[in-house]
């Protein structure tokens, strides 16, 4: 698994920041709904991270918590 850079996960926040609660909501309810929005909207981060989604995912659940 490579390394996010600073860049791809300010990148990331970004992009889930600017969806509506609902949306977030959604998103976050599932590492499997995480792991398909990654891939829709930031592929090169999602094969860059896909060995460790389940551990960017709770970190990242608990950021927007």
């Given at each position: 698994?490579?390394?996010?850079?600073?860049?791809e996960k300010?990148?990331?926040?970004?992009?889930?920041?600017?969806?509506?609660?609902?949306?977030?909501?959604?998103?976050?309810?599932?590492?499997d709904?995480?792991?398909?929005?990654?891939?829709?909207?930031?592929?090169?981060?999602?094969?860059?991270?896909?060995?460790?989604?389940?551990?960017?995912?709770q970190?990242?659940?608990?950021?927007?918590?």
């Amino acid at each position: 698994m490579g390394k996010m850079t600073d860049e791809e996960k300010r990148r990331v926040v970004e992009l889930l920041d600017e969806l509506d609660r609902s949306e977030l909501d959604k998103v976050l309810a599932s590492v499997d709904a995480f792991g398909n929005w990654l891939y829709d909207k930031l592929y090169s981060i999602y094969c860059k991270v896909r060995d460790a989604l389940r551990s960017l995912w709770q970190s990242i659940r608990n950021f927007f918590s």
